[in-house]
Each structure stands twice: as C-alpha cells, then as structure tokens.
C-alpha cells in the first residue's frame, strides 16, 4: 500500500461525490492504496458499479491497522481530522483535500491545518487565496482541481428523461437546500421575469437533509412562502424534484433541460454545475467563487453580485460563516440574463460547446484529477 485515503465516500454530499469519484478513477489506474473506513458510512449509492464497489470494499480497512509512515490523503471537512485522534497521532504524513464557500476559513480549521497537515490542497484559486489570506502557511498550499467524468456527462438528445411538462424551455438548477445556493435569487428572478403563458418553466432538483418526508416538507413550505409572495395566479411554472436521483437520471435530466442556472452566494467548487457543462449546456452563474476557474464570458453567463456580509439566514449553515463576507447575486441582472438565453438559444448553444470544450482543454475531468494526485504523492513519498 502507497497510501490511504479518509474521506464520505459513500456520502451523498459534494465531499463524498469528489472522495467517490477520486477513488474510482485510482481503482481505474490500478493504483496501490488503500481506504479507511470512515465514521459516518452512509448510504452506498446505487449508482456505483457493482465491480468498483467490489474493489472499494476490498481496500477498505480500519484504520487502526495502517502501517506507520503511510501518508493519508483527507478528503472531508478539516474538524472531522482534528476531532479523531487516530488520524492526528503525527505517525502519517496527513494531506488535506478541502475547500471552502466563501472568503475565510475559520480560525480552528487555520491553527490544526498549520500544526497537523503537510499540504493542503484546494480545488481553485478562490480557495488558494481564501485559505492563505486566512492564514494557512502558503507553503503547504497547492491547487489541484478536480473535474467532471467527460464520457459521462456528454450532451444526447437520445437520453432525456419525462419530465410530465408541455413547456419546451427548462431551466434547471441542483443544489443542497440552504441560504448560501441563493434559491430565494432563482425564485424572484424567474417568477419576476416570465409568465405562465411564455413557453419556459424551472425544474429545481434539490435535497435538505436525508430525503426525509419532514425534510421535503421543509423546502416545500419555504419554496411556496416565496412563490406566494408575489399573489400572482399567473406565475410561470416551477418543478421541485425532492427524491433522491440514479447519477445515470441526473445525467438525463441535465440533458432533458436548455440552461443551467446557480445563483449561489459561494462555492467550494460546484460539481452539479461542471456536469452540466460537460453536458454542453449554456449556464447562467454567480460572478464569484471557485467555478470561475473554469467559468468565464467564453463558457458561461456570469451574474453580477455584491460583496455583503454574511446573513443571519446563512450563518447558520456552519459556523465558520461568521466572520466572512460572501457575494449577492443581482436579481435583475439574473433576470436580464435568464431572458437573454431562453430568446437567444442559438447562440447560447455555442457557450455550451465553448465551455465542454474548455474543461476538456484544460484538464478538468476526473481523469485528470487522478493523474496529479498521484504524480504529486509520488514527489511526497519519494
């Protein structure tokens, strides 16, 4: 064994969905590592390949049985590593693999990175500056971006789902249910823009806890306080999909829709959103965070947004929020965009192919995640 990797990698969280995809990729390279069983297991998703889950579980191990001196790459959310003393026991050389929404990490994360880790790695230049101009030694920091699986996710008309709409324009944003994905920016800018009447509609796929009927019930009461608000019987119409999606649907349901849209107040990377530029589609995002290293007025529509300090209504998300300042995205401007894409399709199409073509130009595909991991723990080890 090489080395080990400690991270959700069963997770339905955006941590797991990296942790998960950097190991399938490793298995793929026929790499010697092994895995450590994490705490918190979860639910394994059916979307993984029985043989790959196979070899999953073979290199799965307690961690109690690692050999010193084997270096342990960390995909998850530093308090996780400060908090398990098997992890921190200073005979493993520990490499962090994480990142951040907005422009500073907190202080606790700082101290124990700065003590325990020997490099810590960011998806992008947003979390490179966030992480150093929070303090974190910038000699121990690197940017190694992740990706998308580009044979995967690839535009086919032939593979869309039913989606029960007679409107031919979707727009579709996927996102955990919090303040920070700016779902409150998505409904006013959508319902203020369009009308029933218009050929569109907003397919909203998104998730608040364990896919709970409590949980559901949670975005249902707060999507509808929104829509309410405006007292308008002739709202354009919007889809909630709350249950829990097969990746092989998600990759239909990208595919069966024309624009995506994240007016999101940060990001640590933005997976959902890559996908769909894998994907070919046109998409409407935040002018701020981690996707602009692969987004730009080249592949992408970008919203203008205000630096704000952080809400009430986000500060409760993490902790960490407190002290940090994020972006707001404008409505309007979200509004004039949207607007611009569903009447000038034709050539919003070709930013779509303009931003495939970018990630794939530029590496940032699960393929080549793997390869600089293990070219960078190569020069660790050795």
């Known amino acids: ?38 705490n918190d297991v979860g639910i394994i998703p059916d979307e993984i390949d029985k043989g790959i889950l196979q070899e999953i579980k073979k290199r799965e191990f307690d961690i109690e049985i690692l050999p010193k001196n084997i270096p342990i790459l960390c995909i998850t959310v530093p308090d996780v590593i400060f908090a398990d003393e098997r992890i921190i026991d200073k005979q493993h050389k520990l490499i962090l693999f994480s990142m951040y929404e907005i422009d500073t990490i907190p202080d606790i994360w700082v101290k124990g990175i700065n003590k325990f880790i020997s490099e810590a790695w960011v998806p992008s230049k947003f979390n490179y500056e966030t992480y150093k101009n929070s303090g974190v030694n910038k000699k121990i920091l690197k940017i190694m971006p992740l990706g998308v699986d580009v044979e995967k996710f ?11 709409t007679e409107k031919k324009f979707k727009f579709l944003s996927m996102f955990q249910f919090t303040y920070r994905k700016g779902y409150d920016v998505l409904i006013k800018a959508f319902t203020n823009e369009f009308s029933r009447d218009e050929d569109v509609c907003l397919i909203i796929k ?6 709970t009927v409590n949980s559901k019930q949670v975005i249902f009461n707060e999507m509808n306080r929104l829509i309410n608000e405006k007292h308008n019987p002739i709202l354009p119409k919007i889809y909630l999909i709350l249950d829990k999606m097969e990746e092989e649907r998600i ?25 769909s530029l894998a994907c070919e589609k046109p998409a409407i995002v935040s002018n701020y965070s981690a996707h602009l290293d692969f987004c730009n007025r080249k592949t ?3 919203i203008n947004t205000k630096k704000t300090k952080i809400s009430k209504e986000m500060s409760w998300v993490h902790y960490g929020y407190e002290n940090g300042t994020c972006r707001e995205p404008d409505v309007k401007h979200t509004m004039k965009l949207m607007r611009h894409v569903f009447e000038n399709y034709k050539g919003a199409k070709l930013i779509g192919k303009n931003a495939r073509k970018f990630l794939i130009d530029n590496e940032f595909t699960w393929k080549d995640c793997a390869g600089r991991i293990i070219t960078r723990l190569q020069e660790l080890i050795t």
């Open 1 to 38: 064994m090489k080395f080990a990797i400690y991270g959700p990698h069963y997770d339905i969280s955006g941590y797991g969905n990296v942790c998960r995809n950097i190991i399938i990729e490793l298995i793929k390279m026929n790499i010697n590592f092994g895995i450590i069983k994490y």
């Open 154 to 164: 690839k535009p086919n008309k032939n593979e869309i789902l039913d989606l029960d």
């Open 206 to 211: 998104t998730y608040e806890g364990n896919f």
């Open 251 to 275: 990759l239909k349901l990208h595919n069966s829709c024309n624009c995506y849209i994240s007016t999101s107040r940060g990001e640590g990377f933005n997976l959902p959103l890559i996908e």
């Open 300 to 302: 992408s529509y970008l």
